[in-house]
């Protein structure tokens, strides 16, 4: 008898692919509808306020933000001697 060299896998393949390609489309059209769905609902909202800007709170945002960032000296010296 001949030394059997690859086991056939073709019947395990179709039996796993039997079981996951519905998972895998019900899983597809899940995403698609909600993509198409917050798409639709996206479009449906209000226009944007035409306001150009809230300069209070843009203020105090960039004054909080200035007060937050660790101060550092600029060190020029590195570069002396080389």
Do not use: Q
């Not at 008898?1 to 597809?28: E, G, K, N, Q, W």
């Not at 226009?47 to 060190?75: D, F, I, Q, T, V």
């Amino acid at each position: 008898m001949p030394p059997i060299l690859a086991a056939d896998t073709s019947r395990a393949y179709h039996d796993v692919a039997r079981v996951f390609l519905p998972v895998a489309i019900v899983i597809f059209a899940v995403f698609a509808g909600l993509i198409v769905l917050l798409a639709w609902r996206g479009s449906r909202r209000k226009e944007a306020s035409r306001r150009a800007s809230n300069l209070p709170l843009e203020a105090a945002y960039a004054g909080c933000w200035l007060r937050a960032r660790p101060r550092r000296k600029l060190r020029t010296t590195f570069f002396i001697g080389w």
